[in-house]
């Protein structure tokens, strides 16, 4: 059982930082891509952030130069730097790892693997 956990939201300043970490732990994994999304009462989930393992990165147009997203492979760790942080940061924010397991004799195909997501609250 693939478990994802994240860690490090709370209550943060408009203009201050916050960061995110996620870990994926259980079975052997080959990580695809992890990815940040956010949701806002009432709004759809966003892609925030995501890092495939070559690490290649993509961001939401509104956290660009804000936000960065980095990968520690050995850890199946991903972190998300949240800077100049804004009201409209204020989120659900939930960690998905797209991976493939190892099930002692084959790779099964890979999937998404969601966190329970972490409360980020941006005051003004």
């Known amino acids: 059982q693939v478990q994802v956990v994240e860690s490090g939201g709370g209550l943060g300043q408009a203009g201050g930082s916050l960061r995110l970490s996620c870990t994926a732990s259980?079975?052997?994994?080959?990580?695809?891509?992890m990815i940040w999304y956010r949701q806002a009462p009432g709004k759809q989930r966003d892609l925030v952030a995501s890092i495939n393992r070559e690490g290649g990165t993509d961001y939401l147009d509104d956290v660009k130069g804000r936000f960065a997203i980095s990968m520690d492979n050995a850890k199946n760790t991903v972190n998300l730097q949240m800077n100049s942080l804004k009201s409209e940061d204020t989120a659900v924010y939930y960690c998905?790892?797209?991976?493939?397991?190892?099930?002692?004799?084959?790779?099964?195909?890979?999937?998404?693997?969601w966190g329970q997501g972490t409360q980020v609250t941006v005051s003004s």
């Open positions: 998905d790892v797209v991976a493939a397991v190892w099930t002692g004799d084959r790779w099964l195909e890979p999937r998404d693997h």
């Open positions: 259980g079975p052997p994994l080959s990580i695809y891509n």
